[in-house]
């Protein structure tokens, strides 16, 4: 009788474990740090927007499955997922072997370059060891950028860390940064489109070597999630196939050349 009720038990936990991997997602967490604009950030009426959520949502849509917009803070976005405070990552984050060894990644969904950002007073035409000698530089903290600054400048360079872009441009914008490295499209739309004061690319933007750079942005689950990347990859390609990922690119970053 204990044999059996012994056996009993472990065929429900059996099917339990097999029914929570194959689990249907009716409704999608999606983990987002905002605001970067164009990825992702607020409008002035409080909605929220951006390349990564209008991806996001159209991705859902196609799924038919509802999505559900969670924010956090980039230091803690892969151990929020990793706590199930929501089931995947859809915020600009580049695919790399470091984080390969913690999440799941889909497909590159969008490859964006980095750059250096300086008011145009600064008077360089290239950033190196040279030119960066003495000058304090702006990341946000444990992002690509941060690690490749930090590895390739924290001998010659002062380098400060920041938990969020905006927080960044203040900084900037009150003088007490020279020289900020950021993904080329925030970097763009919050210091190339400031109306504060004039700011100009330091040099060519940045996408090698890959040990920094990466593979471009993808979305991220936890590992055992294999059926639901599976599912944003196949809409993903969907989309990409009818159009609707090209509308949506135009939307932020105008029509591919």
């Keep these: 009788m ?3 009720l012994t056996l009993s038990v472990l065929g429900l936990a059996i099917a339990a474990a097999s ?31 951006g390349f990564d959520i209008d991806l996001g949502n ?34 600009s984050m580049t695919i790399n072997d470091e984080r390969r060894e913690q999440v799941l990644f889909s497909d590159p969904y969008i490859t964006m370059p980095s750059a250096w950002f300086a008011p145009s007073g ?7 060891e040279e030119t960066l000698k003495g000058k304090t530089i702006g990341v946000q903290r444990g992002t690509l950028q941060d690690n490749y600054v930090t590895d390739n400048f924290n001998s010659v360079a002062n380098i400060s860390r920041y938990s969020t ?3 960044m441009v203040l900084d900037m914008e009150a003088q007490r940064l020279d020289i900020v ?18 700011y100009v690319v330091v040099g060519e933007r940045i996408s090698e070597p890959k040990e920094y750079f990466g593979d471009g942005f993808g979305i991220a689950f936890r590992q055992r999630d294999e059926a639901l990347a599976e599912k944003f990859n196949k809409a993903l390609a ?8 090209d509308e949506i690119f135009a939307r932020y970053f105008g029509e591919e050349e």
Excluded at 62 to 84: A, K, Y
Excluded at 188 to 194: M, P
């Design 238 to 245: 969907e989309l990409q196939e009818d159009g609707t990922y």
């Design 19 to 49: 029914s929570a991997q194959a689990r249907d997602y009716d409704n999608v967490r999606i983990g987002v740090d905002v605001p970067y604009e164009p990825m992702e950030y607020r409008t002035a009426d409080g909605e929220l927007t």
């Design 181 to 198: 490295f950021l993904d080329f499209p925030i970097g763009q739309s919050t210091l190339l489109e400031s109306e504060e004061a004039e």
């Design 165 to 167: 872009a905006d927080d």
């Design 58 to 91: 159209a991705l859902c849509e196609r799924m038919s499955v509802t999505c559900e917009w969670v924010e956090q803070e980039w230091d803690g976005i892969i151990p929020g997922l990793m706590s199930r405070n929501y089931d995947a990552i859809i915020s």
């Design 122 to 128: 600064l008077n360089i035409s290239e950033a190196n």
């Design 2 to 4: 204990k044999k059996l």
